[in-house]
């Protein structure tokens, strides 16, 4: 079979089709990870086990999409996962004062997703309106937010009311309580992405000065992006609070960089401008299957680290090969 | 009553003084032109009444009212929309995105009304649908578009903010004959409906078409305003050139080694990116200037000569024997310097300190693979010194330097093993009159010594102290020769400004 035997691979189409959904390179990754993972651990591709990396990567799921607003206008949130760990001291605290009724749970998460947002503004305020450097400001943000979740519960280990977990491990009808949340999710981020301020926060990251000379607010807009991060970090605590089960002032920390190599995977650029958050919830899977991966394949545990670190590599290698090659 | 005007509108960027005294006034139903040489003020003008700069001082009057335009919204509200020079498109965003930016239609729900968007966007993108060219539609991402059709979609969006005056800052620069008589159509559409037009160019023959009324900007002061039906290109080239040719060329004896002229560098019909068929040859000893408006081929070719562009055809010449520009280090190998003012780009090695700053030619040249700090340092510093460089130490970072300083390091480079030919890029850009005086100073000296000496200079005055001989430069080629008493600001515009 040679190349003239092939009319259908247009060079063009290829590109025209990465364009416009630059999560594809991302997408066939996770394939054939998820392929991989079924090789290595049939039941992983089970109901169950797809119920069960759900469940474990909703999370890191939403605090991709967290990250990819602020990525857009070419801004970053290091404090992203700090942020999940204030809200999930807070909500778990609150629940547990108010007595771990339905209706505390429901207060305890209104109350969080008003400190994602808080803590978000703060962000947003000081990289946007102060014009400090969004890596260096939010890395201090993010300090300042750790210590307030130390100060909220300073030693790991409170526990979550039950109705809270059971339902976030639950099903209804059959049907696992997390691909509700799924559901939602999607429905959220179909209606955020028809909003002007996706847009906005594009156009801001393709070149702030040219969206300022346009007539854009672009402080306003930063701003809302990082307001919007908060928003989703907080959704990101309530997972890690359903998945925990606990409350722990440092369980978010860890999670900042894997949300910043979500984004990447995904195929948004760090300058900004350019990205999906189908892409980044895409990247948060790929990690997630790589874990699972290095997990099944027996890997001993003192090397799981490097050969995580390793696969995470080789996956944004390959990204940015297929990416480039079909853009070229 | 005009339907906006500017009384001594001044702006400052840190010591420059971009604008001195800004005095402009538009009436309705008007193709205003600005004209004025490069970095004479014309754009800050226009920024300053679209918002994006903040004027220090100064008076807007729109309507006989005076206003306060505190952003580029606010300039929208007081009914001003403007194309920027350097564009202000989002790469990523299609084509019927950029048009709408600045005010998205949206649903009753809060959503972007696509229908909406793409219904107005597609009106103004008809507009130039005979001319647009090949692969450009409404969604098409900008970032895969040529350069002229960027700047139509500037165009395009610009006249979606439907003001009453829209300002266009040299709209024109890279579109072709079909495009320009389209938009001119248009602007005289718009004129017909009492629309306020500000157009700026550097094409004669442009603002002599469209224009009714044409306003000179000489070093950041507005210096007088004709009706275009009442002068000629000559009248205002000379009101562009002001009284400042009396300033005649000051250096010494030019060809002063006429008598054995001995070629170092010759071009035969060199085209490549840029620039087509460009022939000169300089003398040892001599400093030949290239002149004209920005990018009219000047740097291409300089960059072309050095191999850092490529070259499509052509000869070049260098102490007598072909020479195929292939890449700078075998430029350097052969002797040749290049020096350009884009230090940041061309020639710090940022964060490094001093030393290694000066010496990575001396290493090229002398094959060095090791050596001893101190013997390069004796090396050094007499270069340095030649320059009246200021500097702390040899082992601080080039960057804690001002960037005249920072330049002369760079120069310096080149001064411990001397080249036969330097290239000299627009080498002043930013450094201070101190500095630019020590460095034609020492120019002149090096020419003296037997260099042959290539200058492109986007100042005038530099170029008319300097050069021996100007080639000017429009649409890529060599339009003119100027030479000894020739060497006139007035021939230089004559030149430049000419219909390519
Ligand atoms: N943001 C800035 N910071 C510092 N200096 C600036 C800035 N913008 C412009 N200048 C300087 O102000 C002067 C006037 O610039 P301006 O852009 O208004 O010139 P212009 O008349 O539009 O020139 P051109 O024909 O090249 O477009 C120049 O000396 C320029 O270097
Ligand atoms: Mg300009």
């Known amino acids: 079979m040679t190349d003239a035997t092939l009319p259908t691979t247009r060079p063009g189409g290829l590109k025209r089709l990465v364009e416009r959904y630059p999560f594809l390179p991302a997408l066939v990754i996770a394939l054939v990870l998820l392929a991989l993972n079924g090789f290595y651990q049939p039941r992983s591709v089970s109901f169950i086990g797809i119920t069960g990396l759900t469940k474990t990567y909703l999370a890191l799921m939403m605090l991709a999409i967290a990250q990819t607003y602020v990525v857009y206008a070419g801004d970053i949130d290091l404090s992203a996962g700090a942020i999940v760990s204030l809200v999930n001291v807070v909500i778990v605290v609150m629940m547990e004062k108010m007595g771990g009724s339905g209706f505390s749970v429901v207060a305890a998460l209104g109350l969080g997703l008003a400190t994602g947002l808080a803590c978000g503004i703060v962000n947003g305020v000081v990289v946007a309106a102060l014009r400090l450097q969004a890596i260096v400001a939010t890395f201090a943000t993010s300090i300042f937010f750790t210590g307030l979740a130390l100060y909220v519960m300073p030693v790991a280990g409170t526990p979550a009311p039950a109705a809270f977990w059971r339902t976030y491990g639950g099903r209804f009808f059959e049907i696992p309580f997390v691909f509700y949340a799924v559901v939602v999710l999607a429905i959220m981020l179909y209606v955020l992405a028809r909003t002007r301020l996706s847009t906005q926060l594009l156009a801001v990251g393709d070149d702030a000065q040219a969206a300022f000379q346009s007539g854009l607010p672009v402080t306003r807009i930063r701003i809302q992006g990082y307001a919007l991060c908060g928003l989703f970090a907080a959704l990101a605590a309530f997972c890690v609070t359903g998945d925990t089960a606990s409350g722990d002032p440092l369980v978010g920390g860890k999670m900042t960089l894997f949300s910043v190599a979500a984004v990447v995977l995904g195929g948004s650029a760090l300058s900004g401008g350019y990205g999906t958050v189908i892409g980044s919830i895409i990247g948060a899977l790929i990690i997630g299957l790589i874990n699972s991966l290095v997990f099944f394949v027996g890997t001993p545990s003192e090397w799981q680290n490097l050969v995580q670190g390793l696969a995470i590599l080789l996956a944004l290698m390959a990204g940015i090969l297929v990416g480039r090659r079909a853009r070229a | 009553m005009s339907k906006i005007e500017l009384r001594g509108v001044s702006k400052a960027y840190g010591a420059t003084l971009a604008l001195r005294r800004g005095d402009l006034s538009i009436d309705a139903g008007e193709v205003h032109v600005l004209i004025g040489s490069n970095g004479s003020g014309k754009s800050t003008l226009c920024k300053i009444l679209a918002g994006s700069v903040r004027p220090d001082g100064g008076e807007i009057l729109i309507d006989g009212k005076p206003v306060t335009i505190t952003g580029p919204r606010s300039a929208r509200d007081h009914g001003i929309g403007i194309f920027y020079q350097e564009l202000s498109l989002a790469g990523h965003r299609t084509v019927s995105e950029n048009i709408c930016l600045s005010d998205m239609p949206v649903t009753r729900a809060g959503f972007v009304d696509r229908d909406a968007l793409e219904a107005r966007a597609a009106r103004y993108v008809a507009l130039f649908a005979s001319v647009a060219g090949d692969g450009f539609s409404a969604d098409t991402t900008v970032e895969n578009l040529r350069a002229d059709q960027r700047q139509l979609v500037e165009i395009m969006k610009a006249l979606a903010t439907e003001a009453p005056v829209i300002i266009f800052d040299e709209p024109t620069s ?40 044409v306003t000179v900007i000489r070093d950041g002061e507005t210096v007088g305003t004709e009706r275009i039906a009442d002068t000629n290109p000559a009248a205002v080239i000379r009101l562009m050139v002001g009284t400042q040719d009396e300033l005649a060329p000051t250096n010494g004896a ?145 960057n804690s330097l001002s960037g005249g300083n920072q330049q002369k390091i760079v120069i310096a480079r080149w001064l411990i093993d001397r080249p036969d030919v330097l290239l000299l890029d627009d080498p002043t850009k930013g450094i201070d009159l101190s500095a630019k005086t020590d460095l034609f100073a020492l120019i002149r000296k090096l020419a003296a010594e037997g260099m042959g000496i290539v200058l492109y200079s986007s100042e005038d005055a530099e170029l008319l102290n300097n050069a021996d001989r100007i080639l000017v430069f429009n649409g890529g080629s060599v339009r003119r020769e100027l030479t000894g008493a020739d060497r006139t600001r007035y021939n230089l515009y004559q030149a430049a400004y000419e219909a390519a």
């Open chain 2, 254 to 398: 030019p060809h002063a080694t006429a008598v054995a002229r001995t070629f170092v560098l010759t071009l035969q019909n060199l085209s490549g990116k840029g620039f087509a068929n460009v022939s000169f040859e300089v003398a040892k000893g001599e400093i030949l200037g290239f002149g004209g408006l920005h990018g009219q081929g000047q740097s291409s070719v300089l960059r072309a000569i050095f191999g850092v562009n490529p070259v499509a055809s052509g000869e070049i010449v260098l102490g007598g024997k072909t020479y195929a520009a292939s890449n700078p280090r075998e430029a350097i190998r052969r002797g040749l310097a290049y020096v350009s003012g884009d230090r940041g780009r061309d020639g710090v090695i940022s964060g490094r300190p001093i030393l290694e700053n000066v010496t990575p030619i001396h290493y090229l040249r002398q094959k060095l693979r090791l050596a001893r700090p101190a013997a390069l340092a004796d090396r050094v510093r007499p270069a340095l010194e030649a320059l009246h460089t200021k500097f702390g130490g040899l082992g601080h970072p080039i």
């Open chain 2, 174 to 213: 890279a579109l072709d004959r079909a495009q320009v008589d389209r938009f001119f159509e248009i602007l005289r559409d718009l004129k017909a409906e009492g629309r306020s037009i500000i157009f700026i160019s550097h094409r004669m023959d442009e603002i002599f078409a469209i224009g009714d009324r």
